[in-house]
């Protein structure tokens, strides 16, 4: 167990809508305060996705991203930025047609999905590693894509954060490192309580923790109210953490959590309880600069 942890958070995400809450941020602006009022209240890291303004739809518009950092750095508040790649890899099949894609779907070549890394150079960027189902839609990460974005992030001077789900996305960073693909040690999310990936429950993440590689720097998060559970048992396992509204919407059963920051500061007061604190975010860059990097 670390006296100290990193602790990140996920303020909007590209799933959770306006509908669910009216506590989710939309515009650059909102999205920025959320990541200026999550760092002051513990947060050394904010995971980053950008929405539509007038629909509040998922974007990945070059322009939106960059209001946002700036906004942050306008601010003064210090805080690691880790910017998603997850948007543009989901596929839903069409019943007619199953090799058509249907409204909605996202699917995009690496290059496009990378774009904004490669602009903006944020210090983190994830990398899912996951073919899964996911809701309405299939989630597509093939393995030639993924090593090009992973090839990518490497150029931009970018930290690739792998987000895995189940084994099988442990078992393919795996193979990534031992082709030369990802330089270790590599710092992996562990994502829980997804439907049909790893089951959000102490059983499965001590799994997956035994399943990284000796020495990977990780962090774990769950969805809805497996939240807060994740955070005790990670953080017990030795892992950081991770909250937000992109995982969960609620402070507690029935109750919306009204902010960012408000989830950030239960965590940060439930870890408390054991003697732990939240690292700042220069503390974070200390610890992570053990990550591997590319030339």
């Known amino acids: 167990m670390k006296p100290r942890y990193i602790l990140t958070c996920a303020v909007t995400g590209n799933i959770t809508t306006p509908q669910q809450t009216p506590y989710l941020p939309i515009t650059p602006e909102q999205i920025a305060t959320a990541c200026v009022d999550a760092a002051r209240a513990g947060a050394a890291v904010a995971h980053i996705h ?21 906004l942050i750095a306008k601010s003064g508040v210090d805080v690691v930025i880790n910017l998603t790649t997850g948007p543009g890899g989901r596929f839903i099949p069409s019943r007619e047609d199953p090799r058509t894609a249907a409204p909605g779907s996202t699917l995009l070549p690496p290059d496009r999905r990378v774009e904004h890394i490669l602009h903006l150079k944020p210090e983190i960027a994830t990398l899912d590693l996951n073919t899964m189902w996911s809701g309405t839609a299939a989630v597509i990460n093939a393995p030639w894509s993924v090593r090009r974005m992973a090839e990518l992030i490497y150029s931009a001077g970018t930290i690739p954060e792998l987000e895995v789900f189940d084994s099988g996305d442990i078992a393919l960073a ?48 769950g969805i809805g109210r497996s939240e807060f559970p994740i955070v005790a048992q990670a953080w017990m ?31 940060v007061s439930l870890l408390r309880h054991f003697g732990a604190e939240p690292m700042s ?15």
């Open 174 to 221: 795996k193979a990534l490192i031992a082709d030369g693909t990802l330089a270790p040690p590599c710092l992996f999310q562990v994502c829980m309580g997804i439907a049909y990936g790893f089951a959000a429950d102490s059983r499965t993440l001590m799994y997956a923790k035994d399943m990284l590689p000796e020495g990977a720097p990780w962090a774990a998060f």
């Open 237 to 267: 396992l030795g892992g950081h953490v991770r909250v937000g509204l992109e995982d969960n919407i609620y402070i507690r059963k029935g109750e919306l959590a009204t902010s960012n920051a408000q989830l950030v500061e239960h965590a």
């Open 281 to 295: 975010a220069a503390e974070a860059r200390q610890e992570l600069a053990v990550v591997g990097r590319r030339a």
């Open 50 to 70: 950008v929405r539509d303004p007038e629909t509040g739809a998922p974007s990945m518009d070059i322009a939106l991203y960059e209001k946002v950092m700036d």
